[in-house]
């Protein structure tokens, strides 16, 4: 069974910053593409940046600029580093990962739980 668990959420100020993780365990083969995404009350769940497995990353219009994603393929771990952070960012933020364990040929995307982040102004 794959789990992904995220850390890092939490209450900051606006202008602030806060550093995401979301690791990956499991029978874990391979891991393709990796991705945030946010969905605030009443709203859907949006992307917020995501990495393939080469390293291109996308950044949604509203956080280009201000957040950066990266990952360690050796710890099976994809981060989100957030600055000049906005009340307009709160949300609940999912981590997915779209990966191969070992027991199967096609790859399948596995979601976080998710955590909080709350920005004040």
């Known amino acids: 069974q794959v789990q992904l668990v995220e850390a890092g959420g939490g209450l900051v100020q606006a202008g602030g910053s806060l550093r995401l993780s979301c690791a990956a365990s499991g029978s874990i083969s391979s891991m393709n593409g990796m991705g945030w995404y946010r969905q605030a009350p009443g709203t859907q769940r949006e992307l917020v940046a995501s990495?393939?497995?080469?390293?291109?990353?996308n950044y949604a219009d509203s956080v280009q600029g201000r957040f950066t994603i990266s990952r360690d393929d050796a710890k099976n771990t994809v981060y989100l580093q957030m600055n000049s952070l906005k009340p307009e960012d709160t949300a609940v933020y999912y981590c997915?990962?779209?990966?191969?364990?070992?027991?199967?040929?096609?790859?399948?995307?596995?979601w976080g739980q998710g955590t909080q982040v709350t920005v004040s102004s």
């Open positions: 990495v393939t497995r080469g390293g291109t990353t």
């Open positions: 997915n990962a779209d990966l191969f364990t070992r027991y199967t040929f096609t790859s399948k995307t596995y």
